[in-house]
Every structure is written in C-alpha cells, then in structure tokens.
C-alpha cells in the first residue's frame, strides 16, 4: 500500500482550496438588461433625469438617463442595474411608434 507523503497532500489540499475560491468568488459582469414600457413621472436631477418604466405586466422599474424622456412615450431602453437593483442605468433608449 503506497502512502502519500505530507508536502503531496498540502500540495493537493491548497490547489483544491484555490480553485474552489475561484468559482465560488466568480461574479456575472453586469450586462444590458433590454425592456419595452411607458416612460412616466419624469423628474430632473442635476445629472440627468429620473423616470419609472411601467411594462406590460405592470411593473415598474425607477430609470436614470442623461437625455430628456417624454412623458407617457414607449420606449424601449437597455441598461444596466446598479449594485443593489433599486435603479437601471439606461445606456440606450429608443421611442417605439405603432404603426
């Protein structure tokens, strides 16, 4: 029976460690969440402006952006959500029109 000598095993044992820490400390990177709705209770920060987004479903989403909205437009926008989610980053927003 072979025995495995003490420096092979802590060896084993850190290796093991280190890879288990690097999929466990693996975030997602944040990426563009895309959602159509209707831009409402516009307010102007000294930033930029601050909207909800109401969608289909009735959810509502608080935005930031740099550009002026227009009140009660569809948009369809794409951003990304700050760390805690209590706002979305737009990045891109577009007015939809039906045809």
């Known amino acids: 029976m072979k025995r ?6 802590l060896c084993f044992s850190v290796a093991a460690i280190i890879m288990l820490a ?3 400390n693996s975030e997602e990177p944040a990426e563009d969440k895309g959602m159509i709705g209707i831009a409402f ?3 102007t920060t000294q930033n930029g402006y601050t909207f909800f987004l109401e969608d ?3 959810g509502k989403i ?3 952006v740099r ?11 794409k951003g990304t959500f700050s760390e805690d989610g209590s706002i979305l980053f737009v990045s891109s927003m577009k007015i939809i029109r039906g045809n």
């Open 4 to 9: 495995i000598d003490r420096y092979s095993l």
């Open 22 to 24: 690097v999929f466990m």
């Open 41 to 43: 209770d516009i307010k």
């Open 56 to 58: 289909s479903d009735g």
């Open 62 to 64: 608080k935005c930031f």
């Open 67 to 77: 550009s002026e909205p227009v009140e009660k437009e569809i948009y369809e926008i």
